[in-house]
């Protein structure tokens, strides 16, 4: 016969057993970024650059938030040129939660002096704010970004001088048909 203590302990225990269950499953979203720093030693295009960090490995970074146009595309090459002059052969920080499908680090990456270079290339007009992935950008970056694109778009600055510049996930699909 059970005593009325043992059914408090069974019923905290059964309480305690469904409160680690709900923090487990909401651990993900209150999980901190990482963070590494490095020097950029190469530019692949507008928005994935390789940070060599002090252990001497290469990380390839794909910059969070923004899609620049493809190396073939207008503004490809400019776009490619505007992260260069950004962050070639200088010291960065990057924040990062995931990596992509390619197994590239997917982040938000800052100069020594604290500039979101994801964010100058839309203010520079050489990316779009990817607002497919808008959900996984920190809330404080979403409005941000999507200002910044909207102010290079009425300033006709960079990719927006083109009348109907074709966004780099249509282009893409367009060359998988």
């Known amino acids: 016969m059970e005593t009325e203590k043992t059914v408090k302990f069974n019923n905290l225990s059964q309480c305690g057993r469904l409160g680690l269950v709900l923090l487990l499953s909401w651990l993900p979203f209150f999980v901190a970024a990482e963070q590494f720093t490095g020097v950029v030693v190469g530019v692949s295009d507008g928005d994935t650059v390789k940070v060599l960090d002090e252990m001497k490995q290469v990380h390839t970074v794909r910059l969070m938030g923004i899609d620049a146009p493809e190396k073939a595309q207008a503004f490809g090459q400019a776009s490619k040129q505007s992260l260069s002059d950004l962050v070639y052969m200088k010291p960065v920080s990057v924040e990062w939660e995931k990596k992509d499908k390619y197994g590239r680090t997917v982040g938000k990456v800052l100069t020594i002096e604290g500039v979101d ?29 999507s200002s910044a694109e ?27 048909k």
Do not use: F, T
Request: glycine letters at 8%; one cysteine or more.
């Open 117 to 145: 270079v994801c964010k100058e290339q839309l203010i520079n007009g050489m990316a779009w704010h990817y607002k497919k992935y808008i959900n996984e950008q920190p809330p404080e970056d979403r409005d941000v970004y």
């Open 150 to 176: 909207l102010k290079a778009q009425a300033g006709h600055l960079g990719l927006w001088l083109d009348e109907g510049p074709v966004p780099p996930w249509v282009w893409r699909h367009s060359k998988i």
